[in-house]
C-alpha cells in the first residue's frame, strides 16, 4: 500500500507540475490506476500476521488501545500455572454474554497489516478458562470489508483450570463455503476474538500467534543463580 500511494503522488505531482505541458502524456495518470490493481496486492506477498506474547515490556501499554465489549477492562497479570511456572498473562473476565476483543485496536483499524489466510489459517493459542465455552473469531478482508455473521469461525475452548496450547485450523465446512466466507481464501484485513458466550467468564491468554507456538525463552544460569542468592540474603 506504501509503494501504490508513493507512486501516485510522485506521478500526480509530476502531472500537476507539468499540466501546462500538452506534451505531458496523461495517459499515464490512467497506467498508474491500472497498475495499482496489482500493487495493493503486493504487501500481502510476504507479510507477516500478527502475535501478541504479552511479556514484552510495553505488552500492558499496547492492550489499552484494544478496544473490546462485555469485558472488564484487559490486563496483564503474572500468573502461575499447573507445572508452577511463572508467565505473563493477557486477563479477560466476561460481564455480559456477547464479549468482544478486537485485537490490535478497533474494528475499523489495527497496527498490523493486511495478511493471506491460505497461508496463515492455523491459530496458536495458549490458554486456561475457569469454565468451558464456545468462541468465535469474527474478521473481515479485502473480498469482504464488512463485520458480519459470513466471516466468523466457531471453536471451543475446553482449558479448564489448566493451560493447554491450541492449534485451530480457521476454515469452514466444504457444504458452506458458498454461504460463508472462508478465511484460507481471503486476505485479512482484521480479525477479532469473542472470548465466550456468557457473563463470568475468566480466561488467561498465554499467547495468540499464527506463526506456531511460541519456543520458550532461554535461561541464563547466572542471572538465575544471581536472584536465588538474592532472595536467600532477604
Not at 17 to 29: M, R, W, Y
Not at 122 to 151: A, C, H, M
Amino acid at each position: 500500500m506504501r509503494t501504490w500511494r508513493l507512486f501516485l503522488t510522485i506521478t500526480m505531482k509530476r502531472y500537476y507540475d507539468d499540466v501546462a505541458n500538452p506534451i505531458f502524456p496523461l495517459t499515464i495518470v490512467c497506467l498508474c490506476l491500472i497498475v495499482s490493481g496489482l500493487v495493493f496486492v503486493a504487501p500481502v506477498q510476504g507479510v507477516e500476521p500478527p502475535e501478541w506474547l504479552f511479556d514484552e515490556p510495553d505488552a500492558a501499554e499496547k492492550i489499552k488501545n484494544w478496544n473490546t465489549n462485555a469485558l472488564l477492562p484487559l490486563e496483564i497479570e503474572e500468573v502461575i500455572d499447573q507445572d508452577s511456572v511463572e508467565r505473563m498473562a493477557l486477563v479477560t473476565r466476561s460481564t455480559g454474554a456477547d464479549p468482544i476483543i478486537y485485537l490490535g485496536g478497533a474494528a475499523d483499524q489495527v497496527d498490523y497489516e493486511p495478511f493471506s489466510g491460505e497461508e496463515y489459517h492455523i491459530l496458536y493459542l495458549g490458554i486456561r478458562v475457569n469454565t468451558p465455552n464456545r468462541w468465535e473469531i469474527y474478521f473481515v478482508s479485502e473480498e469482504d470489508p464488512d463485520w458480519s455473521e459470513k466471516q466468523k469461525v466457531i471453536f471451543d475452548v475446553n482449558a479448564e483450570n489448566k493451560f493447554e496450547d491450541l492449534e485451530i485450523e480457521l476454515k469452514v465446512p466444504d457444504a458452506l463455503k458458498d454461504i460463508l466466507g472462508d478465511w484460507q481464501s481471503r486476505t485479512i484485513l482484521r480479525f477479532r476474538i469473542d472470548p465466550g458466550t456468557k457473563k463470568d467468564i475468566k480466561a488467561e491468554i498465554d499467547y495468540i500467534s499464527f506463526k506456531g507456538k511460541p519456543a520458550p525463552e532461554a535461561v541464563n544460569p547466572y542471572a538465575t543463580l544471581v536472584t536465588t542468592w538474592a532472595r536467600i540474603r532477604r
